[in-house]
């Protein structure tokens, strides 16, 4: 079965730390792996994507993420959080590749603390 | 300009109304998505249109009917609204729908809908 998930559900950081948020699918093959940002009462915005070849993909917002094949994972990173990324953050694989058809992660939410 | 632009932005009804929600992107994308979004907000696709042809329909009550008069707008009908139909609802859209990599959807502010 196709799925999704990621394991935190929220996770608080200080400003100026690390991040790094997880997210593991479960397919058959090599899914498409978008990393999309919900910032409060907005719509969701895409911060990066992997489709093929280098598996550290670099986002908007200084967001990067590293697809590994071995663990199933595309998990999102960033080297220093600032109190602006304090958001919903949804992993969404596209497992057909045919109609655009994503499917969600449950999201981790992001609190930063100043 | 704004890419994806959904009305109204929030809209509280009580149940057994009928109610509609527009969307309208000036992408020039062929595809449009309708998604619901959830208190818990869990993110769940419901339709999707490419060139105004149904290619994505997900398991969704036939309350729920989808409407594309053209491949700019995708407009979402909702028969005898329940309480369990409270969530936001987002509409997006991306170049592509069909064969090949997925392109990136771009979505709208969303609509809150609230029934009473």
């Known amino acids: 079965a196709q799925s999704v998930t990621q394991p935190d559900i929220h996770i608080t950081v200080s400003e100026g730390a690390s991040l790094e948020l997880r997210c593991n699918y479960s397919y058959g093959a090599t899914p498409y792996l978008f990393w999309y940002v919900q910032s409060p009462g907005q719509g969701l915005q895409l911060l990066l994507k992997y489709f093929s070849g280098d598996t550290l993909v670099q986002g908007i917002k200084g967001f990067e993420a590293e697809f590994k094949r071995s663990q199933s994972s595309f998990n999102l990173r960033k080297p220093s959080v600032h109190w602006s990324d304090a958001a919903e953050y949804f992993c969404?694989?596209?497992?057909?590749?045919?109609?655009?058809?994503?499917?969600f992660g449950a999201g981790t939410r992001l609190a930063v603390h100043p | 300009d704004t890419a994806v632009s959904q009305t109204p932005k929030y809209l509280v009804t009580q149940m057994g109304n009928d109610k509609s929600i527009k969307c309208e992107q000036n992408?020039?994308?062929?595809?449009m998505y309708w998604y619901k979004q959830d208190s818990k907000k869990f993110l769940k696709i419901m339709f999707s249109?490419?060139?105004?042809?149904?290619?994505i329909n997900e398991t969704v009550p036939n309350r729920f009917s989808p409407k594309s008069p053209d491949k700019a707008h995708l407009n979402l009908h909702i028969n005898s609204l329940e309480l369990g139909d409270s969530a936001v609802y987002f509409c997006?859209?991306?170049?592509?729908?069909?064969?090949?990599?997925?392109?990136?959807?771009?979505f709208g502010p969303g609509t809150r809908l609230t029934v009473l």
């Open positions: 969404a694989p596209s497992f057909s590749g045919g109609y655009n058809k994503l499917i």
């Open positions: 997006a859209s991306s170049q592509g729908g069909s064969g090949g990599p997925p392109d990136t959807q771009y």
């Open positions: 992408l020039g994308h062929d595809t």
């Open positions: 249109y490419n060139n105004k042809e149904l290619i």
